[in-house]
């Protein structure tokens, strides 16, 4: 008998009528773009298989269940919690799938399925295999048929793993998020220079400072960001700093092997940072304060437009505190004419114009405005008194109240052949006005 014979009403009138709902799966989305694809196939198999059955009262439903590109593994399936909703909806009396692994690969997952239908009173066929759900035979066949798919799952899950595993043991790129200062090519990491000479920026930082807190600021005003584009913070420094794939190595659950890819951080340089990081955070910061003071510290900039870092030497017990260029921490070849400048003497030559600039009208009409987005009733004459307080009091301020002042004043001081040019930093000098302003009578002003 036809199919188009049993759709023009040959099924007897005493055939209850069995709504037939089709459910397809397939593992990955390789393929699923083509016109026709497995999940059309197996679809199309039990279909067929549904036509065959119309003289028993099987009905198709049209709704489709397709899951393209997820693991049987799990039950957290879309198409597959439509189909339970329906189910206990009572709209589907029989579940048709091409093989059982379709529905399931874990022998728990299927056996609370399996409770499902059986609540709803669902029958479960499998179009290439045949077995009846309702008999105690055909409920251990289904069993041992999954065991053997969750045994095949399990199989082919090993085999992943061992292959991952042996291609990191020979220094092989096998996926994940590409660390800042490489690109992949080819499946491999190859060093992208704009990245590689931020993480040698941060390495060096850390090394030279041995505080993250203390590098932030510096990381922040040089511009430099993350591999997502985001500034540095705390937590993103510490990711980087403990990436062995910055010394070349590929590395599987704690054990690091030779990479293929190029190291961009040398191995003296991941010691020193590595020893710093060894210490607890308290003794870091207890070496952190007792470090010499430095008022420019991640605000000079030479005139190639490299940050200048301080650092300083002993010789007979005198401290002797300098700024150098990076070109030249680094071993580039520079040809800047300000590779090492004196500590003291471009420290006092910036505060010497950051006094007379705090005394330039624009510069106090500029900070009142700033200052007045916050403090509507500050006029510009308490602002004036206020900027002009802070010359006598620098001399008296402790250093590490100097180098706070200085870094809410200052925005960059850049090294020139004609001295130093210094943006201020509007924001920062609003709000030290606004605080100065506060603390000293109005009376006093008018007067």
Not at 185 to 194: G, I, N, P, Y
Not at 205 to 215: C, D, I, Q, V, Y
């Amino acid at each position: 008998m036809s199919r188009r014979k049993l759709s023009d009403g040959a099924m007897p009138p005493s055939v209850k009528k069995l709504r037939c709902a089709v459910y397809t799966r397939k593992s990955t989305d390789e393929g699923l773009d083509k016109e026709f694809n497995t999940l059309d196939a197996q679809r199309e198999a039990c279909e067929a298989f549904i036509a065959s059955q119309r003289a028993e009262g099987w009905v198709l439903v049209h709704d489709r269940y397709d899951d393209g590109g997820v693991s049987g593994g799990t039950l957290d399936r879309p198409a597959l919690k439509r189909l339970l909703a329906d189910i206990e909806a009572g709209l589907v009396d029989v579940v048709v799938v091409y093989k059982i692994d379709r529905l399931s690969r874990s022998l728990m997952d299927f056996a609370r399925l399996v409770q499902t239908f059986d609540q709803h009173e669902v029958t479960f066929v499998s179009v290439t295999q045949s077995f009846n759900t309702t008999t105690s035979m055909g409920r251990l066949t289904l069993n041992i048929l999954l065991s053997f798919a969750q045994f095949e799952r399990e199989v082919i899950g090993e085999r992943v793993r061992d292959k991952i595993a042996a291609s990191r043991a020979r220094g092989m790129w096998m996926g994940g998020p590409v660390p800042l200062g490489y690109r992949v090519e080819h499946r491999r990491l190859v060093v992208d220079e704009a990245g590689a000479a931020t993480v040698r920026r941060v390495f060096e930082g850390f090394a030279e400072l041995g505080s993250a807190t203390r590098l932030l600021p510096i990381l922040r005003a040089e511009g430099l960001v993350t591999k997502t584009g985001r500034p540095f913070d705390k937590g993103a420094v510490y990711k980087l700093l403990v990436n062995r794939t910055y010394l070349g190595e590929a590395v599987h659950k704690g054990k690091s092997y030779p990479g293929e890819h190029a190291a961009i951080i040398p191995r003296d340089l991941w010691d020193r940072v590595h020893a710093i990081l060894a210490e607890s955070p308290r003794a870091r910061a207890a070496k952190s304060r007792q470090r010499a003071p430095a008022l420019l510290r991640g605000l000079l900039f030479g005139p190639d437009g490299r940050a200048m870092s301080p650092t300083h030497t002993r010789k007979k017990g005198r401290l002797y505190r300098y700024y150098v260029s990076q070109a030249v921490l680094q071993g580039a070849p520079n040809d800047a004419p300000y590779r090492r400048l004196p500590a003291g003497e471009i420290e006092g030559l910036v505060m010497t114009q950051i006094r007379a600039l705090l005394c330039q009208p624009e510069v106090v009409v500029g900070t009142w405005r700033a200052a007045r987005a916050e403090a509507p009733d500050l006029t510009e004459a308490e602002v004036r008194e206020a900027l002009g307080r802070l010359d006598p009091l620098w001399d008296e301020l402790f250093p590490g109240e100097q180098e706070r002042i200085v870094r809410l004043l200052v925005e960059r001081v850049t090294v020139t052949e004609g001295g130093a040019e210094i943006r201020l930093n509007l924001g920062g000098l609003a709000g030290l006005a606004r605080d100065m302003a506060a603390q000293q009578p109005r009376e006093a002003i008018a007067a």
